[in-house]
């Protein structure tokens, strides 16, 4: 427990325009849950999906945990439940509660953890009013910034849950006539080119920036070229219809398995209806398939399949991220992540932390394929180029598309 | 649709008493809700468990299908697609929603289950104020009778259900303090004799009763003895202290099997303290273990494995119901259901009824072993002693118990 | 280790009779693997089946165990290692190899597991020139008949589970052509009545027989028929031509959930060739259906469903035993092994023998189906109206058969 | 089928020296599997793993099938069934054998593959008393060259198999006396340093290479050091001594999950004698862990976790290879393969060929990680600086090893 310091000398205060920006993403991860009721807020549809109850206690959990616990006086925690039931992936705090088990939880109730919120909140908005030690408070300033980005990333993950839990019951519910949708581009598509040369990439400087997004480095880039959007329902549907999912050519070995145990003939939401017209389940409920929409909730083997049916191939994260302020390339940010063929992997460099936080990104970096950009449903002020969002080749329920490179 | 003649010859109204039946019953079951959120009744805990409000709806679907579909004039279905959400194991009528889903279906609300309970118990106390063909009123009143008797086996997994989901809470939750709880014994242990002979099991007479309690007929039944009470969690926890779960001689091979990949070691619901005592979850949350009450929530594997050790073995459920007016035994009723050692099948001359009623219990003939009696949930009215109820080997949610023979 | 007494007061030699029983009963294991390679006799198609070469292991292991360990003077085990290698179920006797690996154990090879059978033989041939106290002999010969009728069921094992091996292949190959298999009706179908009445079933008297054949008792049987003749194949066509496996109405509950998720359409080894008609896989490989062959290798769910559609049922095995030496009733034994609704359960009275060979019967009284008679893959001397042979409901690779009750 | 052309002008025959090699690669196969029975021959453990009678056939099938149907005059297949038995991987041709049911083919027998590796032998051996147009003479080269290079492969598959295959079988049997085994090296560990620099890897020139070896291209590096020798049984031994299987925090997430659920507290072939000393299986049988040796059969999970637990990391395949020819880095070649932390990708410009030889590296490059060097069990021969083995993060039963670098 940390005890403030009361001395004028060399002591310091939080930023007020700090507590504005926290008290601003605070209340839109409530906002999100408004359409919902307390049943809505409490289902778990699959395993990677978490009820939206969990996602609005679990951000509260990390403040409590990396924050109150360590720089509060006279801390003692909300409920000592709380600790265990809304740790995630943190093996360093304790053990977990199965992540399958999430939509379990009736109690606490959602008004339950509503007031969990609103206390933490409460009491992370009384730091403001202390001073700290210099080191101190710089220290807790960057965990409440990494505490608020951690809470954007739920907040994707809430809409995203949300979406696969109401596209499991059959009366196909409308979550919000107002919810984001991934917008067209509004230019004809055409192909970037860019020259062979060594590029720089990952994060530096002043802003806020995952682990992983460090060291900046150098990497060599062979020349390569990159669609200036994105793929659209369209034209994937063009793919369906070529028989893109009984071909087994187009396909890598692993998702051509995939393909078979699961039975796909299509992305994850789209149902055709009576006549044989395509529709796609959305956060407004079912609707008809737009064409020029980008495609959107394929897994990274489908994007695969895809680009190598249309004669492509999916861009690495440098080729990405190095172009990525091109002024050709359109649908770059807040449309739909993009796959990329990269493994998720260290850069060279990259250290781990110590301590519980250290877990946060490089435990992952196995097994799993790297999305750029951002989605219509990541906050705004959550994307950057530098940004390297991470999922298996097989999910689908994120809002992941398609930019074809050559 | 069937539509009511007005000639009053002939014709019959549903008897008044029927009626108050009906309503105390469908009241029940939304009473034993009372303790719980819309979050609880939603949740569900194993594909064998279903959520409280799928069971309020489930029940409403039986009347609003079988009932009101059939008799009432110009019936319109509540909600088409409930047809298919609340339907349970009748295949004859249309596709089922997975079972293991049931707790994915945040829509319809509670409030909106609850609004077609009272809806469906309108109409349906309208019948009432009909008058039907003397033929038609009979089998309209056997129908009703039907539908709340199964109504009440849905209550009895409501309390069952409900304490498996609450059982997986580590906040260990308390249902209601008020709720059932298994009886003691008031008298001493007896082996109550019984000799050879012909005996008649199987429902005959006016009385309600399921199609597998009939028909009544012979059996031959060698001498025997039964327990006068029930196993007590004392006589489990000297099983369990000897070893019991580690020592295959006592078990069936295939329990054994259970036991070892279930890494089983005590019933359901207990758990040791941290100075080694036993505790056991009830439905007023975590209780000391009472070693005076009869042991509950054992699968028939460990039912047979405890009666191996004790030098007994299980009733077989002519020996049960042949004996079960004997003022000598105890427990037969309201405590905890009682594995016998019979496998469900049908009785000699059981014929399965025609429609999807018929589907009612033959179905299940096969794998499932035979309990008696009834448990401190079973609504009162719903016990009587040519019962048969019926669940998997594996089985241990129930509240199930062991009354030994030999 | 047993200490042969000289004395010739109360002493007693083996049987010379029993002695050539045992030779025969031998050598006709080593026969039926006459057919096959090294690489057959060693290849497990499944964890049901086990490879030829264990089958003739296993079955010397019985004897060194439990004959030649207790009996044999100077006792030393053949190899240290085959004690755990081939042991089956014997739980009482030390741990078991892992039953889905025995197609694993290319070593020992056949040529030594024929060097073991010849050693062991030998030894127990040994005996027979040696005298024991009276008592002695007389468990020894018990034990040594035992061992035989041990030996007999595996055999028909070797048969089945080499058919199930072979059947996998492609090539489709023949194991023998003088196999055997079942033979046709000689008389048109009939129902045979029998009235209602208080039977004695079980085995009594000096004959050899299982644990679970005993005791003889009496039980309750009310009036019934039975074919005379079982069910063919051509009628079995019929109900697959009839949607007998696309039609849940003629199913179990348990058994239309094993036909969805196995995707059965008909008997085990039934194929359609190019023109539609069906083949079936035998001894001696891919031949025509033979419409009036008895139908074989289905399951308990399978023989059920057949009886449902034709409005008929399966015998329990006190029907079947009582009836079994009516003259009317043809193909009872030697043909295939016939299904009955009885659960595989210990007959009144029934008590499980002490030490590990108590393990025999018993401890599979769950969840198991009897099936009566016996098939033209049982050895000759192997059949009896009393033997209960048991399988689970979804066993298939076995000889098995319908012959229908009403 | 293509007719040989009997001109003098533009024709050509194949070199006399590439049938030397072809008779050398083609017996090679055929001595390693001389220390085993037919029945070993025939035995598969693991869906992973196949029977070496299997890799006997399945090289042939690839000569009978690419080589043989293409290039001489009036081709018949050997057997008919043999082009779908024996196929592996190529979706493009026919249907494929279910992968783990390769230990139930004891038909066709031993004798039957090494008769049909003579035949396709012999016929091979012909063609080189022909004369082919240039290309087409050129083309059957290539294809030959790569045929004797992907029976290399399944030579060292024959190696690790069947060891897998004997280490499963409780008598721990010795496969050859004079099999291959890691060598230890020669030198203390050092750390040797490379600067940062723009590398050049993969596969240039006229010698023999991978599809998956192309194009040569450019990479930058940032410096980085290599450990001169590989990871030894001595220092993996302490990892474990330190409860390197029992800490979360040295391992990758999934890792973790991989350790729990196999329950995994050592290397693969280890063992704990009696007294607590590790042994290890080897091709010799059990013998007691030789500390200096190269720690083998770890999965990439392992040897990351080692890396961890050690302060250090693994190599990426681009700091491996262009590094390979220092003369102070020992054990690149003949030991045991070394994990990198490297994802299988395709470099930059790498092209599928058309065909159903095309799929031979493409198909694989998700979700496993990139080999280098070569093992003990990897033919003379097989092994250069370009190549690029790969097996998933979980795979423990090929000769993998730790090369540490930071």
Redesign the interface.
């Given at each position: 427990m940390h005890e403030p310091v009361k001395s004028p000398v060399g002591v310091l205060g939080l930023p007020a325009a700090q507590l504005q920006h926290f008290c601003a993403v605070r209340s839109a991860s409530v906002s999100l849950t408004a359409p919902l009721?307390?049943?809505?807020?409490?289902?778990?549809?699959m395993p990677d999906a978490s009820p939206a109850k969990w996602h609005l206690a679990h951000t509260t959990w990390f403040f409590e945990t990396f924050i109150l616990e360590k720089f509060e006086p006279d801390f003692a925690p909300f409920h000592e439940?709380f600790r265990?039931?809304f740790n995630s992936?943190y093996?360093?705090i304790g053990d977990k509660?199965p992540r399958g088990?999430r939509?379990?939880?009736?109690?606490?109730?959602?008004s339950q953890v509503l007031a969990y919120r609103e206390n933490v909140d409460a009491r992370v908005a009384r730091l403001f009013t202390l001073e700290f030690p210099r080191a101190v408070a710089h220290e807790l300033s960057s965990l409440l910034e990494l505490g608020l980005h951690h809470e954007q990333q739920h907040q994707e993950l809430i809409l995203t849950d949300i979406k696969h839990?109401?596209s499991?019951?059959?009366?196909f519910?409308c979550y919000d006539e107002a919810a984001p949708r991934p917008a067209h581009a509004s230019a004809l598509q055409a192909w970037i080119d860019f020259p062979?040369s060594?590029v720089e990439i990952g994060h530096v400087g002043a802003g806020f920036h995952f682990d992983n997004e460090e060291p900046r480095?150098?990497?060599?880039?062979?020349a390569?070229a990159l669609s200036s959007r994105l793929v659209t329902c369209g034209e994937f549907a063009a793919f369906v219809a070529d028989g893109g999912y009984r071909d087994?050519?187009f396909?890598?070995?692993?998702?051509?398995d995939f393909v078979k145990a699961q039975g796909l003939t299509q992305p994850l939401y789209w149902h055709r209806d009576s006549e044989g017209h395509w529709q796609e389940f959305t956060l407004q409920g079912l609707r008809q398939l737009d064409p020029d929409a980008p495609v959107t909730h394929v897994s990274?083997?489908e994007a695969?399949a895809f680009a190598a049916w249309a004669g492509a191939?999916l861009p690495t994260e440098a080729e990405w991220e190095s172009s990525a302020h091109h002024p050709a390339l359109a649908q770059l940010f807040g449309t739909v992540w993009q796959w990329t063929?990269?493994?998720y992997?260290?850069y060279?460099?990259f250290s781990t932390s110590a301590g519980a936080l250290g877990?946060y990104n490089g435990?992952?970096?196995?097994?799993q394929y790297v999305l750029r950009g951002s989605s219509c449903a990541t906050p705004v002020g959550h994307s950057r180029s530098t940004y390297r969002n991470f999922f298996p080749?097989t999910a689908r329920w994120q809002f992941t598309g398609i930019r074809l490179a050559r």
């Open positions: 009721s307390a049943e809505d807020c409490a289902g778990q549809s439940s265990f039931l992936y093996n360093g509660y088990h939509g379990m939880l009736t109690r606490p109730a959602l839990l109401l499991l019951n059959p009366l519910p062979a060594i480095h150098r990497q060599f880039v062979e390569y087994p050519s396909w890598l070995s692993e998702g051509w990274y083997f695969a191939r063929s990269s493994s992997a260290p060279p460099g877990e435990k992952f970096m196995v097994n080749a």
